[in-house]
Every structure is written in structure tokens, then in C-alpha cells.
């Protein structure tokens, strides 16, 4: 079995009484998009702030790439590959879109920052690397005709694609994507679904949580689904679509 | 366009200090202008924590105090040379910075603006009772001027001394500009825009935050130091919080988060005082009243104004 990008091992997070996550056991492999979902208070939230290292968790194990992180703060498990996208929109809103790519790109120069200052001791070719890569990401998010828009400017779409492209910015392994539909009409999130195709297919692997079950049914290679903290579920969309305890707790009548 | 506008002002700007002595017929306004100058050292210093990364410090003062007293007290007891102590009172008052900004700036919030005041108080309580050290409210008394006795330069005539203070604002007010057009000032103004984000790209923000606090300070020793060895004379009344509230006006009333800002709010907070004089024993009530007033209708500062209408000249929205 190849080395999993994201492996979860019976996670656990409370809060005082409140067991919000619960023994949640879970992996990502390569190349994959897997769905996170479940009802309002299901515990995906507190998955995603667990993984990203916003709170420690109580108990239990998270390896990226093969290591260990869950003890790390959050911008060192940026720089192993792990990078997150928040629920609303977050963004810096005085910085031209270019400028807050290049901020994203920051984890991944050599050169240290001090070297900027006086412009001494760089890194040859690092400045022309990073214009380049940004450049790649305009293209694939659809950003480039805004590039040098001020954030607090653009559109509310845009600036949710903005989110998903500062991931990118990082060189990441995976990315958490959470709930990237939020606020957006039915084409734009077309053009979400083929993005998130579009970053698997350069080889990073993603996690989306989600609640909007179209979309999550045609972009995910797998679906684990939450409730009141525990897994209930997990596999293809086609067996989650049929499963009955999702149908129960979640779904409703199949969609 | 907008940039040759700029860098002409910056230049008229410096022939104008340059010029300043011979155009001053009062001598006491040479010797303001002399102490707005320290002053524009300490609030570049100030501008960079608040301005740039959005934190509130209130003990620019206090460290102007440690500044001031390390390098006379490093004079008078181990007998260093001026030129020497004045370069190492930074790096005393960085120590102090990195113990206050280490544990309160590893958390988000008003923390540091309470910690800060707190440690300013601290300061101003030991300067006046450690006696020993610091002779108290009674002061440090004959503080040598630099370039010693057979200088060929006369430190005793203001006008030397007003170039070298201008020389060394004109070299930390380009510091400053070369910090904040880095990716470590980029990273300052993106943590004042949104401190989570940057953790979630992957920067550690409280390195950051404290590589900003730390050099405000250091910013502040050395003005602390040359307004020492201008004056002669120390004692702890102007190293108070309230001279740390001015030290915060100087930025908001000159332009928060601009490498001018700070040049014009110094000499707006050491000459007004001044200029108020005629209310006699209204003048502080005065002063309160100008200093609220420009903050309600001038948030963005005199810069913040200037540019608003230099945009509205140009016919282009700001």
C-alpha cells in the first residue's frame, strides 16, 4: 500500500464536555479528492481546524506524507504541504491579488527574509521562479484578468477562488477546502468543480467539506460522512448515496 | 507620474531640512526642531508596530528612557566613547524589548497595548526610585557631547548637532522605508490586514510581530540616546506614558502606515504644545481638543488628507 498524504488516526477533540470529534480514523491517498460531510454540528469544522493545527487535538494521530504533525503549530504543517482554505471569505483585503499570492508563496523561498531588506544574500532566480508560479495560478483558479485588482475589490466569487489559489501559492501536498461552495450561484460552481479536478490532476490531493451535496457527489473520488462527531460512513459517492444510516441521519430521501 | 511627484517632495523635503538653521532667526525654534527630529526617530520606530503590523505600543517613552540612560550611564561608569555608547543603547533597550514582546505577542489582542503600558510604568517607577543607578527625579547631570574635547567639529553650536540628529533620522527613516518595502514589511501590513490568514499561509506571524516590536524599540533607545547627549541632562519625567501617548499621535495625526507620517506628526506633537502657549492654562485642554478633533476627521492622518487632495487636483479618485 502506497504512503497515505493524509492519514487520521482515531482523532479525537473535545471541548470541556463536548465530545465534538470522536475516534474519527480517515485517509487521503495521492492524487485523490475525498468529501467531508455531515450535518450542521457534526464535528467537520473541528476535523479541519484539528488537521490544519489550529487547536491541538485531545487524542489520536495525524500524519502527512508519512509524519507526524498534530503537535506542530499551523504555519510549519504549511510548509510540510498542508494547506487550508477558511469557511468565509479571508483574504487580505489592501493587497493587489498578485500581492497576496506572492505572500502565499513566501513558505517556499530559501532566501531569508532579512535578505529582502537590503537585497543581499538572495537566492538567483528565486523572485523569477516565484512570478512564474503565480502566473500558472492565475491561469488555473481563472484570477489573471484581476491580477492586479485590489482584493477588497473583486467580487465575492472571486475572492473565494482567490482563497483556494493562495493555497496553491504554498506548493502544497493537499489542501483543505472548506466549504469553497458557500455563497457561490450554480456556474460558478461548475467552474469550482473543474478547478478542484484541475489541482488534482497537478498532483496535489484534496479534501473538501461541503454541504452541497452536488457537488460533492460529482467532484469526490470517495465520501466520508460525520455525525454528531463519529464516522458513519465512508466510500464511493454511489455507496453513500444508498447507504441507510447517511440517508438516515443526513440525506433525507436519496438525492 | 505619481511616483516622480513623490520622490520630487521627498527631495524638496530634504533641502528644506537641510536649509532649516539658516531660515530659523530664534534660536529656541532651532532647539524644537532639534528634539522633533529625536522625535521623528522614535515615531518611525512607533510606525512600524503600529502602523504597519496594527499593534498598539504605548512604551516608545520608556524605551527612549532605557536608551537615554544606557548610554549615559555606560559613559560615566566604564568611561566608553560617546560614538559607542550611543550605538550599544539600541541594543540594550532590544533586550528589554524581546523580554516584554516575547510572551505578549505570542497571543492576539489588546495583550500587547496592556503589557506595554504596564511596562512603561514599570520603567518610569524604577528610573525614579533606583536611586543608585539612576540618581532618581533629580536626574543624570553632564552627559558629554559627541566627538569629545578636540573635535574638530564644535558639538557644543546647535546647528552641528541639528545635522547630525537630521543624519541619523534622514538614515533610520530610509531604514524603515527599506523595511516596509520588503517581504517582511509586506508581512507586517498583512497581519495588521488579517493575522490568521497569515498563519495560514504558512508564516509564523509572532516572529514577525516581534521582529517589528524589537526594532521599534531599538528605533526608540537610539533617540533616547541622542536626545541624552543633546540635552546633557536626563531625568525620568519625559520617559512617561504620557510621552508614549505622543509618540502614538505622532503617527495618527502625520499618517499611520506611511514613511512620512511619522516626519510630519513628530514636529506636529513637539511644536503645537508650543505654539499653544498663548491659552496659558488652557493650552493642555487645547491641545486634547486639536488631538481629538484630527483624529475624528483626519483618521488617516495629515498624509492620508494631502493625498486625498492632491488626487482630487489630479481629477483621479484616491
Known sequence: MTTAILQVEKLCKSFGGVHAVRDLTFHVAPGEILGLIGPNGSGKSTTVNALAGVFPPTSGEILLAGGHIQTLPEYERVAMGLSRTFQTASIFPEFTVREQLRLGCNVTLKSHPLSSVFGIGRHPGEDEAVESRINDILELTGLAEVAEDKVGTITAAQQRFLMIATTLASEPKIVLLDEPAAGLVSHERKTLSNLIRAIRDTGVSVLVIEHHMALIMEVCDRIVVLNFGSKIAEGTPEEIRNDKAVIDAYLGEAV | ?318
Open chain 2, 1 to 318: 507620474m505619481r511616483w516622480n511627484g513623490k520622490t520630487l517632495l521627498w527631495a524638496l523635503a530634504l533641502v528644506g531640512f537641510i536649509l532649516l538653521p539658516q531660515l530659523i532667526t530664534v534660536k529656541y525654534y532651532l532647539h524644537l526642531s532639534i528634539l522633533a527630529l529625536c522625535w521623528v526617530i522614535a515615531a518611525q520606530g512607533q510606525n512600524l508596530i503600529q502602523g504597519y503590523t496594527g499593534y498598539v505600543s504605548i512604551v516608545q517613552a520608556g524605551f527612549m528612557g532605557i536608551g537615554a540612560y544606557s548610554t549615559a550611564l555606560m559613559g560615566l561608569h566604564y568611561d566608553l566613547p560617546v560614538w559607542l555608547t550611543i550605538l550599544l543603547a539600541p541594543c540594550v533597550t532590544a533586550v528589554f524589548a524581546v523580554l516584554t514582546g516575547y510572551p505578549s505577542l505570542r497571543v492576539k489582542g489588546h495583550y500587547f497595548a496592556v503589557v506595554t503600558l504596564a511596562f512603561n510604568l514599570v520603567i518610569f517607577i524604577v528610573l525614579m526610585n533606583w536611586h543608585d543607578l539612576t540618581q532618581g527625579e533629580a536626574g543624570i547631570t553632564g552627559i558629554p557631547k559627541p566627538g569629545g574635547k578636540d573635535s574638530w567639529l564644535n558639538w557644543r553650536d546647535r546647528g552641528t548637532y541639528y545635522y547630525f540628529v537630521l543624519s541619523i533620522a534622514i538614515l533610520m527613516t530610509g531604514l524603515a522605508a527599506l523595511i516596509v518595502r520588503s517581504r517582511i514589511g509586506q508581512t507586517l501590513i498583512a497581519i495588521r490586514q488579517n493575522e490568521d490568514l497569515v498563519g495560514a499561509i504558512g508564516i509564523a506571524a509572532w516572529k514577525y510581530k516581534l521582529f517589528a516590536f524589537v526594532t521599534s524599540a531599538m528605533y526608540a533607545g537610539l533617540a533616547g540616546a541622542i536626545y541624552a547627549h543633546y540635552q546633557s541632562f536626563i531625568n525620568p519625567e519625559i520617559f512617561g506614558v504620557a510621552q508614549s501617548l505622543d509618540a502614538i499621535l505622532a503617527v495618527i495625526i502625520g499618517g499611520s502606515g506611511t514613511i512620512a507620517g511619522p516626519v510630519i506628526g513628530a514636529f506636529f506633537v513637539v511644536f503645537l504644545p508650543e505654539y499653544l502657549r498663548f491659552a496659558d492654562s488652557f493650552r493642555l485642554i487645547l491641545y486634547g481638543l486639536v488631538l481629538v478633533l484630527a483624529t475624528i476627521f483626519m483618521p488617516r492622518g495629515i498624509v492620508g488628507v494631502a493625498g486625498d487632495l492632491w488626487a482630487k487636483v489630479k481629477g483621479k479618485p484616491s
